[in-house]
């Protein structure tokens, strides 16, 4: 079993900045990728960004040149810095990580004001 929290979401203006944590506890020691997912209301829950243990990264489309994912093994966490926000990025974000199953936080809104 993993267990997930996550922090660091809020309203931000077009073009502002908010940084996502996610500290795993638990089992961590058989994570390999730990990823951020978003939900938008009426949408499906989709991929932002994946970090395996190799340190190799996928985005979304819409999240490069933005968004950047990290990770610190030592500290079990994984991070996701956006910048350059939009709108459109406004959603429910999930901190999830891959370890034999996959394991979900509860969510950090994020609010995105025009």
């Known amino acids: 079993q993993v267990q997930l929290v996550e922090s660091g979401g809020g309203l931000v203006q077009t073009g502002g900045s908010l940084r996502l944590s996610c500290i795993a506890s638990g089992s961590i020691s058989s994570i390999n990728g730990m990823y951020w997912y978003r939900q938008a209301p009426g949408k499906q829950r989709e991929l932002v960004a994946v970090i395996f243990k190799d340190n190799s990264i996928t985005y979304a489309d819409s999240a490069k040149g933005r968004f950047l994912i990290s990770r610190d093994d030592a500290k079990n966490t994984v991070v996701l810095q956006m910048n350059s926000l939009k709108p459109e990025d406004t959603a429910v974000y999930y901190c999830?990580?891959?370890?034999?199953?996959?394991?979900w936080g509860q969510g950090t809104q994020v609010t995105v004001s025009s």
């Open positions: 999830a990580v891959g370890a034999r199953s996959m394991y």
